[in-house]
Structures are given as structure tokens and as C-alpha cells.
């Protein structure tokens, strides 16, 4: 994924992917930001995982603001994105590469998302 100045024009302009694993890759604060930058102009990625890429309660945050957070003003918000793994239970807080973010802003993410799914039949 392309870092440049809008922080992702790979993923700004996907027409195909609909998942994107990118799990153990320490991608970070700064990785974070940028995915989530772009992830307004996105309109077919359902599926994001990121576990173990050492986000913060930072990063989390920017996706939270990306998805449509109640009260985030912003022109654009991404509307296909389904899921956002970002913990996996099974790995510790506290492993040299574990997302460290709080349960309470991940249950806010969970919140948005959850709103956009399609009831199974």
C-alpha cells in the first residue's frame, strides 16, 4: 500500500479488493493513520485485519474518525468497510508487537460497523 500524500492512493482507488489481511507487519501509529485516511475514498473494502502491527489507542482512534464517529465532522466517511480486526484475544497486551488498545475504543469501532452490516437470512 502506497504511502504517499493523501496516505494511500492504492487503496483510494481500489475498485476490486474487498479484504486486506495485513496482520504482523508493524505497521504502527503511522500506518494506521494513513490506512485510515484512505479509507474514505474506498468503496469496496469490507474486511481490514491488522492485528499485531504495534496500534495504539491513537491509531484505532483514526480509523474510528474514518468510519463516521458520532460528532467527527468530515465530508467523507467510508461506508463499505464491514469489519476491522485490529486484537486477536489470544495474543498479550504487552507482546513486543500487540495492538495495545483499550477494550472501550475498540467496542466504539465495533459500534460503528455493526450499523453497516447486512443481517444474515
Known sequence: VSTQSTGGPALERN???VELNLNSNEIGFTGAFYLAASLP?????????????N???DGADCFYQNLGAPGFRSDHHNTSLQE???KDPSIETGSPTANDIPQQVLEQIERVLR???IPEL
Open 15 to 17: 475498485t476490486s479488493l
Open 115 to 117: 450499523k453497516r452490516r
Open 55 to 57: 496500534i495504539t489507542q
Open 41 to 53: 475514498l474506498n468503496s469496496t473494502l469490507r474486511v481490514l485485519r491488522l492485528v499485531n502491527n
Open 84 to 86: 476491522l480486526v485490529l
